[in-house]
């Protein structure tokens, strides 16, 4: 997906200060409920037939964002609004209308398709949900859907055990395209799959995308494909968004630590012995000391920052502008810019 | 390393006996396979069927007897004799079976209709409703059925309906119990999620989608709470609690039994076995059909398939000819894995694999998922399921041969002498051990040392594998691990008995990037600092960059390529390498589509007799597909390839930028683009 298109820039999605809190058990048989925080003040905007990447590791709250966006789960705190709804306001169960608008992928396609059901009758379930349309129509429909995702008649009576898992995907990909809707949250869509049939689906959702102008909420903890999906990107950390922008910059001149470390850890698929040496970074020298203790409104990152400072333990910092586009959450901004336009800064040896 | 089951990896052998069988007959197919259900069913069919058609089968009124008669011997006429009052016992035993069948189905039914709304109804909803109303069932369940059937009969007046409805609302807080409890797990599944999200309703979810996929429990709790149900009924029409007389009850026949005993103790006999005959009947149909709905296939033993020795094949060919000369850690010769088919033969999921591992060298193993990759290296190992088959050629460790080695000899070399790390770490520790004992066990059961010892060693195993404050993690259980931190316990517990070989199959796959990424430093400084051998089984050729000295790709049960990393992946043989190459998504600016592999690793009953990359392939011609290609040596010492086409095919490799294969040869045909 390269981010050449410019399409119209009106947000099918905005998340503004979300703050989304679980509670835990309790310590002591009377003691209070624990609180589990895993997402803190994120802000995010996607536009119209655009893709917004979120990526991070296991426990950075970007699963947690999506199922709040889908009201899977409810936030604490802060907004959602999608497709014009105000998910947040949601009393009990969302409104058809916006069950319609927001559709899901999610990473296990085996899991999330119901396992006693053939492919026809599982396309066929939104049909019978949200449309009242005779047999005859909602079966053609349910070919169209197939058509459209690069499957054939053959697969329609086929059980999803049956199917392999890229075809399993191309099935949850195709129900969730039964209602024609404006934002699909793709939650790790390929992370399960091959690489080779990885990039079939990444093809097969771009084509989607050019066609029928559909954004996507991308969640994913692989960088690379998260590059080529996106046309933008947020990077989180333990419910933070670290930094943010255009894919390309991004990706290809990471800002914060934290993004730069998620960076040089992604395997390079060149040899060793092709490589030039190394160059050592931040990351190889011992942390700064800075003589106080985190606490839980500092930067979730202190404890691996080689850039760490007093300030850190205890606040977390907003967002300052990047050049090249988007932002970044740092107390060391200015220095991680300043930095940024030497040489010697440690860049991806990839490219 | 343990021997637990779970350390086992699942092996696709129920993929591959299921393939090939008509889909829609599979479901009776597997009904037709099980030959006790079958003789059961049967026999529990000819029981109601007499039950029911008691009038046309016998002559005899079962209520009134002719006095004359009165404790008759079996004969012809009365073929199981008469009793007191001169009534003929088989005709009492027959109407007997329709009172308790009556009853058993008005006891399950009550208990289903109760059971099922409620446990769906509770279990989805949750909170308060599901609290207040499990106490309640905890109440109702705490109180014995007989007590609770006097009590009703006391108020309502005697009679089976009345007695069978309590065993129904008892048995219904049972169905209950279970039906929440499915419900609850039910729900957690990612597919409800994904029917919420399609604005599918409570209602819709709950009857239409949970009760489908959990009716097989509730069937088979059903059929066992039917013969329960026969035997209430004879308890209370025992006690006179049941049917009044003269009706004929099996319960009520044996009490008028008990009262003659003296006179004729045959009498309680036919009662007995038509008692026994229909429960042990029907739990064995409910048995049957447990086995029939548990979609597991039924594994034989596990990890406890050795290796089969097999004479070298016809052509023993030299394919490590032209490698340099080091000494092999683990070397293996014509290893085949197959497993039954359906029919009745057998297919190969891994065929006429020849690997060398060289001493303090990382052999990385490549491939799709369902190219034989993990099968392969578990069989050497003597880990492949019960089904499968393993034979080999020679199999070498060392300088010894282990093909043909028994069970427990293999165990032995495992514990010893090969290391194995396995995908889910979580999965492969017991989970209600401290992480230490289990390391402390792994060490004791294979040397010769005092716990403390082993202790000992098991601090220093975690200092060297990086796990910070050892002493103090030793005592935690694995859920206090990370999933890289517990990674870590699998290799420090692979390592315990310092091994010449460490097999490691995709160690870092369910890891964050950045986890992954020490557990592989850790891997390379094993084998740059102690000399360890390692087999690397992975699907990423990022991975494999990082760290391999050689690659072995495979594909559909074939090394089609193998080699040193560096030159395979500047210059790879096989068309497909260069696919997964191509495939890698990179950290570039993105330019066009993601190149990718069209189509999917086929089933290994489809495999085709030439190239079985063929279909996949650009370049194929007919020449590929005419006949089975050999693994072949290139032009480059220690890189051989399964190419027809090597000599002309020139492939890009990994290039500095994502390009498209470019080939010197024009496209071979026309078939272009990805699937």
Known sequence: MTGKRQPPTDDVLEVDDLWIEFRGGRKRAWGPRSVVRAVSGASLRLGRGRTLGLVGESGSGKTTIGRAVLRLNAPTRGSITAAGFRVDQFRGAPPARYRRAVQAVFQDPLGSLDPLMEVQQILAEPLRIHFDLESGKRRARVRELLEMVGLSTAHLSRYPYELSGGQRQRVAIAKALAVDPQLIVLDEPVSALDVSVQSQIINLLDGIQRDRGISYLFIAHDLAVVRHASHDVAVMYRGRIMESGPADRVCGTPRHPYTRLLFDAVPNPVPRSMRGPRRANQFDLPLPDIGVEPTPAGCPFITRCPLRGPECATGFPEPTPVPGGGELACFAAERVLQAAATPDLPRKDAT | ?675
């Open chain 2, 1 to 675: 390393m343990s021997e637990s089951a779970s350390d086992v990896p699942r092996l696709p052998a129920a993929d591959v006996a299921a393939k090939g069988s008509v889909r829609s007959s599979r479901f009776l197919g597997r009904l037709l396979r099980q030959r006790s259900l079958l003789i059961w069913g049967t026999v529990v069919g000819i029981i109601a069927l007499s039950a029911v058609l008691a009038p046309l089968l016998s002559p005899f009124d079962p209520d009134t007897g002719v006095l004359a008669d009165s404790f008759a011997p079996p004969s012809t006429e009365h073929w199981l004799g008469a009793d007191r009052y001169g009534r003929d016992v088989l005709t009492r035993v027959l109407y007997g079976g329709q009172v308790a069948l009556l009853a058993a189905v008005q006891a399950v039914a009550i208990a289903l209709g109760i059971g099922v709304p409620a446990g769906l109804a509770i279990g989805y909803a949750g909170g308060w409703l599901d609290r207040i109303l499990m106490r309640l069932v905890d109440g109702v369940m705490s109180v014995p059925f007989l007590v609770l059937a006097i009590a009703v009969i006391a108020a309502l007046g005697p009679g089976l309906h009345n007695a069978m409805a309590v065993v129904g609302i008892v048995y219904a807080m049972s169905v209950l119990r279970l039906v929440r409890g499915e419900v609850l797990s039910a729900k957690e599944e990612l597919y409800v999620d994904g029917l919420k999200v399609s604005g599918a309703g409570g209602p819709r979810i709950l009857f239409r989608h949970i009760l489908n996929n959990i009716a097989p429990p509730i069937i088979v709790q059903a059929t066992l709470m039917f013969a329960t149900a026969i035997v209430a009924e004879a308890t209370l029409s025992y006690l006179g609690l049941g049917v009044t007389q003269p009706t004929a009850s099996w319960g009520s026949m044996l009490s008028e039994a008990q009262a003659t005993i003296r006179q004729n103790f045959f009498l309680a006999v036919p009662p007995g076995i038509a008692i026994f005959i229909t429960v042990l009947g029907i739990n064995q149909v409910g048995e049957g059909l447990r086995d029939l709905f548990s979609r597991e296939i039924t594994v034989g033993r596990l990890g406890l398939n050795v290796v089969r020795k097999t004479r070298p094949t016809a052509s023993e060919r030299e394919i490590f000819a032209g490698e340099p000369d080091q000494p092999s850690a683990l070397e293996v010769r014509d290893l085949s894995v197959s497993f039954p088919q359906a029919g009745g033969q057998r297919v190969q999921v891994v065929q006429n694999v020849d690997l060398r591992l060289r001493r303090g060298e990382l052999l990385c193993l490549v491939g799709e998922s369902g190219s034989g990759k993990s099968v392969t290296a578990m069989s050497m190992l003597g880990l492949v399921s019960h089904p499968g088959v393993v034979t080999a050629s020679s199999v070498r460790l060392g300088d010894e041969e282990i093909s043909g080695l028994d069970f427990k000899a293999m165990r032995s070399i495992r514990g010893n002498r090969i290391g194995v790390v396995f995908q889910d770490p979580l999965a492969s520790l017991n989970p209600t051990f401290t992480v230490g004992n289990q390391m402390c066990e792994a060490i004791m059961e294979h040397r010769d040392v005092p716990r403390r010892e082993a202790r000992r060693l098991t601090i220093d195993l975690f200092e060297r594998v990086g796990i910070p404050n050892p002493e103090l993690r030793l005592d935690d259980y694995p859920f206090q691990f990370s999933g890289g931190m517990a990674q870590r316990v699998m290799i420090a517990m692979a390592l315990s008995c310092d091994p010449e070989v460490l097999v490691a199959d995709e160690p870092t796959t369910a890891l964050d990037v950045t986890v992954q990424k020490q557990i592989l430093d850790l891997l390379v400084g094993l084998r740059d600092e102690r000399g360890l051998s390692i087999l690397l089984i992975t699907h990423d050729l990022g991975v494999v960059a990082e760290v391999g000295d050689t690659v072995a790709t495979m594909y559909a049960g074939q090394i089609v390529e193998s080699g040193p990393v560096a030159e395979v992946f500047a210059q790879p043989r096989h068309p497909y390498t260069q696919g997964l190459l191509d495939s890698i998504p990179r950290n570039v600016a993105p330019a066009g589509a993601l190149p990718s592999i069209r189509g999917t690793v086929p089933q290994p009953i489809d495999w085709p007799v030439g190239c079985r990359f063929a279909d996949r392939c650009d370049f194929a011609t007919d020449a590929c597909r005419r006949s089975p290609v050999p693994l072949a040596p290139t032009v480059d010492p220690g890189h051989s390839t399964r190419c027809v086409r090597v000599d002309e095919l020139r492939l890009t490799g990994i290039g500095d930028e994502q390009s498209q294969v470019v080939a010197v040869l024009s496209r071979a045909s026309g078939r272009d683009g990805v699937a």
